[in-house]
């Protein structure tokens, strides 16, 4: 369902931004001169339709990016890291001492776990989280985790725009 931006008379939107990534990764935001469009999802499954809900620039305190803290994408890492490699030696020590008449299948899995496990902290480097405070609560749009550098530069490019259009709207920005 696409996000659609309804303005109010006098109201003109600076930007219109809409990002969907895997897994059912949804993103939209829109700025105009009145308000902030923030998405929302109608209940919390997963299927539900997704809409923008209009936040007056009065209620909106700033909005920020934010350096990702990466404790706990380096506890998941070595978290696999340790998992994969444990599971591979041991799948590797029942290969190498097989039972007499028991066939033994090898999987690639553990390894593959382990490796990815030490790729994580590299694709997590420079991620920020769009925060936008208001005075009844906050909103954050942390991007998907991505492997290939193109993704990435277009969820930063993302989060650039709306920053400079947020400055554009007169709402008070941080980097």
């Known amino acids: 369902m696409p996000f659609v931006v309804d303005p109010q008379p006098g109201e003109e939107v600076y ?12 993103f939209a935001l829109a700025v105009s001169n009145q308000a902030l469009y923030l998405p929302v999802q109608k209940l ?10 209009r936040v007056p620039l009065s209620d909106v305190l700033d909005v920020r990016l934010l350096k990702q803290r990466p404790l706990s994408l380096i506890l998941l890492a070595a978290a696999m890291i340790i998992f994969g490699t444990v599971l591979s ?3 590797m020590w029942r290969a190498f001492n097989p039972m007499e008449g028991v066939p033994y299948k090898v999987s690639g899995w553990p390894m593959a776990i382990a490796i990815g496990g030490m790729i994580i902290p590299f ?21 998907q985790l991505a492997i290939d550098k193109k993704m990435r530069q277009l969820c930063s ?12 709207a007169g709402i008070k920005t941080t980097d």
Not at 15 to 26: I, M, N, Y
Not at 123 to 143: C, E, S
Request: proline share 3%.
């Open 44 to 53: 919390v499954l997963k299927r539900d339709p997704w809409f923008f809900r």
């Open 15 to 26: 930007l219109h931004k809409e990002f969907r990534g895997s897994h059912d990764h949804v």
């Open 157 to 168: 490019d993302i989060q650039d725009e709306i920053l400079q259009a947020c400055k554009k």
């Open 123 to 143: 694709i997590a480097r420079k991620r920020r989280t769009l925060l936008v405070r208001m005075r009844k609560g906050k909103y954050n749009w942390k991007p």
């Open 89 to 91: 030696v041991l799948m």
